[in-house]
């Protein structure tokens, strides 16, 4: 157990509507990532918070958003739904907002889209 | 844009052979870490490099840093069935973005 929590763990919606995924880091850190990872791929970065102000971007797509709230838990935001969003989306926490921490990751929300 | 591949993306060995995987970044890398995804699981953090030729080691695992901080390796010595997984390399290039390798699958048959 990481001390990562994210909900729900599993998710299934249909085309054209919007979720919110949910993530608790671990006590005492302050840095928050998102993730996407598609069946046989790779781990996509799609942002980074840290004390609840935007660190980095990555590959996201303006259907997406993301915010950290001051008691430092993220959500992460998919509007207009599409098959290709069917992916597994990780949170990962770290203690500071550079590289030079390691992350710890979250089970992960599996989210469908039918 | 960025990139960060890794080689090979599968390899199956017979439990005892050894194995390495290959990671190569388009630019510099401030760092490189390195984690494992076993099937059904999330990545664990197993490692972080920081310097030019940086080798470090944990039991049979060998990780190395490349000179130019572009590239790294990973190579586990008589590879065991709990050595199944994926393990990815990543690293902060430029932009401030955090770049993910894109994995190698370690099959292990007993």
């Known amino acids: 157990d990481s001390g990562v929590t994210q909900t729900p763990k599993h998710l299934i919606t249909a085309t054209g509507q919007r979720v919110t995924l949910r993530c608790s880091p671990r006590s005492g850190d302050l840095s928050v990532y998102w993730y996407q990872q598609s069946l046989d791929q790779g781990l996509q970065f799609l942002i980074q918070?840290?004390?609840?102000?935007?660190?980095a971007k990555g590959n996201i797509l303006e259907r997406f958003s993301a915010q950290q709230f001051p008691d430092l838990h993220s959500e992460l935001n998919l509007s207009s739904l599409e098959l290709g969003d069917s992916a597994l989306y990780f949170c990962a926490s770290s203690v500071a907002g550079d590289s030079f921490y390691e992350q710890y990751f979250g089970p992960g929300t599996r989210l469908t889209v039918t | 844009g960025q990139q960060v591949m890794q080689i090979p993306q599968y390899q199956h060995v017979q439990e005892g052979e050894d194995f390495t995987t290959y990671c190569n970044s388009s630019?510099?890398?401030?760092?490189i870490q390195w984690y494992k995804q076993r099937p059904g699981g999330h990545p664990v953090f197993l490692i972080q490099?920081?310097?030019?030729?940086e080798v470090k080691k944990q039991k049979r695992l060998t990780f190395q840093f490349g000179e130019a901080k572009k590239n790294s390796s990973l190579h586990i010595t008589a590879t065991q069935t709990t050595d199944v997984g994926t393990y990815f390399c990543?690293?902060?290039?430029?932009?401030?973005?955090?770049?993910f390798g894109t994995g190698t699958s370690l099959t292990v048959i007993p």
């Open positions: 990543a690293g902060r290039g430029t932009g401030n973005q955090f770049y």
């Open positions: 490099l920081v310097k030019s030729g």
């Open positions: 918070y840290y004390n609840g102000e935007e660190r």
């Open positions: 630019t510099t890398l401030s760092n």
